[in-house]
């Protein structure tokens, strides 16, 4: 089994900037693509943005340009650096970790991110 613990989110002011860490733990070799989803209030879950073992990435539209997610496989850890937030950017934001036929190996807690306009 794989297990996911997410930290780094808070509160900032629009304009700002958060990292968000999730590590990985637990059947690690079974892991090829790390991502993040987030959730707001009444809205469903949404990619924000994935990476794969060999680092390539895909990216929410709306969060281009401002968002980078990466990886750092000797640490078993998914970063995503967010700058720029935006009040939309709001939501509760959860790692997941995928197998190389990209079925869900487990998702963490979530953690909150609060952006102030």
């Known amino acids: 089994q794989v297990q996911l613990v997410e930290s780094g989110g808070g509160l900032v002011q629009a304009g700002g900037s958060l990292r968000l860490s999730c590590a990985a733990s637990?059947?690690?070799?079974?892991?090829?693509?790390m991502g993040w989803y987030r959730q707001a209030p009444g809205k469903q879950r949404e990619l924000v943005a994935t990476i794969t073992r060999d680092e390539s990435t895909n990216y929410a539209d709306s969060v281009k340009g401002r968002f980078t997610i990466s990886r750092d496989n000797t640490k078993n850890t998914v970063y995503l650096q967010m700058n720029s937030l935006k009040s939309e950017d709001t939501a509760v934001y959860y790692c997941?970790?995928?197998?190389?036929?990209?079925?869900?190996?487990?998702w963490g807690q979530g953690t909150q991110v609060t952006v102030s306009s």
């Open positions: 637990g059947t690690i070799l079974r892991i090829n693509v």
């Open positions: 997941n970790a995928r197998d190389y036929v990209w079925s869900i190996l487990s």
